[in-house]
């Protein structure tokens, strides 16, 4: 393993990079749909982060796996907005613009080279479904509008019939019985 001496420019270097990628991401909230605002997970209390990972939720495989205890999701939290930080990926909390009900997050990954195929994770509590076209459309527009990917993959823990259909009229084709892929370009 290598060996650094930090000295002066190293420790600017880095925290001056860092904090140069966060601004670039920082401009990426509020993101607005229709009839939701995705916001920084940690603008969302722990609570209701806490709570919907105790519901009955349609998830992606990648976001499946969910703490059981209030502070494996603080954990989680902070995790995830290490990885927004380090420019690994993007998530946001989704609210109910109305009613300002948490309804599920949606995470936007991929940026590891090579960045031509991204990927969409969601977790959305069961009795708000019908947002995930919204949402899932919103996010495929953001990264058209911000990145490079040539196209972007979703897959569902259990697919059903009606998340096939949703994903099928965004522009998803099936790729096998859980996989989904649209193409950007």
């Known amino acids: 393993m290598p060996h650094l001496n930090p000295n002066q420019q190293t420790f600017e270097n880095f925290f001056t990079k860092g904090i140069e990628f966060m601004k670039s991401f920082e401009k990426f909230h509020p993101v607005l749909t229709s009839h939701l605002t995705l916001d920084w997970l940690t603008q969302t209390p722990v609570k209701l982060v806490d709570d919907l990972y105790s519901k009955k939720t349609i998830t992606t495989i990648k976001a499946e796996k969910m ?3 209030i502070l494996d999701t ?7 907005m290490q990885r927004v930080m380090n420019g690994q990926e ?4 989704m609210t109910d613009s109305n009613s300002n009900q948490f309804v599920g997050i949606i995470s936007l990954v991929g940026f590891e080279p090579p960045v031509d195929t991204g990927s969409i994770e969601f977790i959305v509590d069961q009795a708000h479904e019908r947002y995930i076209p919204e949402v899932v459309e919103r996010t495929i527009q953001f990264s058209k509008d911000h990145f490079t990917f040539e196209q972007l993959s979703v897959t569902v823990s259990q ?3 009606q998340l096939t259909e949703q994903l ?8 096998t019985e859980s996989a989904f892929i649209i193409e950007l370009i």
Do not use: D, R
């Not at 603080?74 to 995830?80: C, D, E, L, T, W």
């Not at 993007?90 to 909390?93: D, I, M, Y």
């Not at 099928?168 to 099936?174: L, T, Y």
């Open 67 to 69: 703490p059981n205890e």
């Open 159 to 161: 697919p059903t019939p």
């Open 74 to 80: 603080v954990k989680n939290i902070n995790h995830i």
């Open 90 to 93: 993007l998530t946001w909390g």
């Open 168 to 175: 099928q009229s965004i522009g998803f084709k099936k790729t």
